[in-house]
């Protein structure tokens, strides 16, 4: 599986460019922020203010991560970029089907 990390200043638009391109789902992070509410079906609670990586991997298999580096230190960057190709998408059949209608 290919991935792919971006650098810019706020990440958006080099996501933006990025999701033009088939097959390739660009999630953006630009800083830890802890949820306000549950962070799953499941009504599961989070405090890891990194969780946003986690979800964007695990439920919409996103394969590159934009990176907004205005906002982040370079040991931010690092841990990020770790945690997002560590990882997996959980394959679960309701994201897989998002992830199906998306790429339609």
Known sequence: ?????????????????????SGVRAAVFYGQA??????DIGGSKSADPFEIIKLARMHNDANILS???????EDEIKFAVELFLNTKFTGEDR??????????
């Not at 290919?2 to 391109?21: K, T, W």
């Not at 990176?67 to 230190?73: I, K, M, P, Q």
Request: glycine fraction near 14%; include cysteine; charge should be positive.
């Open 95 to 104: 994201h897989t089907r998002r992830i199906n209608k998306i790429e339609q």
């Open 67 to 73: 990176l907004g580096v205005r906002f982040l230190s």
């Open 34 to 39: 802890l949820a306000k509410e549950a962070v």
């Open 1 to 21: 599986e290919s991935f792919g990390v971006i650098l810019g200043g706020s990440g958006q638009g080099e996501a933006m460019c990025a999701n033009r391109v």
